[in-house]
C-alpha cells in the first residue's frame, strides 16, 4: 500500500522559510513525476511544484517562482518543497503527491490535481503578517 507522509509545515512570519518535507512508502516513484499542490481555506486545490526522476525538468507555478524550489531524493523516495520569503497569501495546507504515469515536458498534466494518483495529508502552512 502506497503512503506519502508530509512533514515540515508551521507558522511563520511573512519573509521567513520553511521546508517541506514528502516520504514515500509502499513503491518507488524514482521514475514518476511528484510535486506539491495547495489548498487555502475556500479555494480549490492548486499546483505548487513538480519535478522529475533526476530534477531535470521542474515546473513551478508563477506566484511561487522564484522562491519557492522543489527537489527530490530518489535513493530515500523523498521530495521537498523549499519556501523562502513567505508571503500571508501562502497560507494553505500543502499536499504532496505523486503518480504511476509518464508526463512528457509539454504536457499540461503536470499540473492537473486529477492526474496524480496519490497524495499525503497534507501539512499546514500558515504565514503572518
Known amino acids: 500500500q502506497v503512503h506519502l507522509v508530509e512533514s515540515g509545515g508551521g507558522l511563520v512570519q511573512a519573509g521567513e522559510s520553511l521546508r517541506l518535507s514528502c516520504v514515500a512508502s509502499?513503491?518507488?516513484?524514482?521514475?514518476?513525476?511528484m510535486g506539491w499542490f495547495r489548498q487555502a481555506p475556500g479555494k480549490e486545490r492548486e499546483f505548487v511544484a513538480a519535478t522529475t526522476l533526476n530534477g531535470g525538468m521542474t515546473f513551478v507555478e508563477d506566484t511561487v517562482k522564484g522562491r519557492f524550489t522543489i527537489t527530490r531524493d530518489n535513493g530515500k523516495n523523498k521530495l521537498y518543497l523549499q519556501m523562502n520569503s513567505l508571503k500571508p497569501e501562502d497560507t494553505a495546507v500543502y499536499y504532496c503527491?505523486?503518480?504511476?504515469?509518464?508526463?512528457?515536458?509539454?504536457?499540461?498534466?503536470?499540473?492537473?490535481?486529477?492526474?496524480?494518483?496519490?497524495w499525503g495529508q497534507g501539512t499546514q502552512v500558515t504565514v503572518s503578517s
Open positions: 509502499g513503491r518507488s516513484f524514482s521514475g514518476n513525476p
Open positions: 503527491a505523486a503518480t504511476v504515469k509518464h508526463f512528457l515536458p509539454d504536457d499540461p498534466r503536470w499540473y492537473a490535481t486529477n492526474e496524480y494518483d496519490y
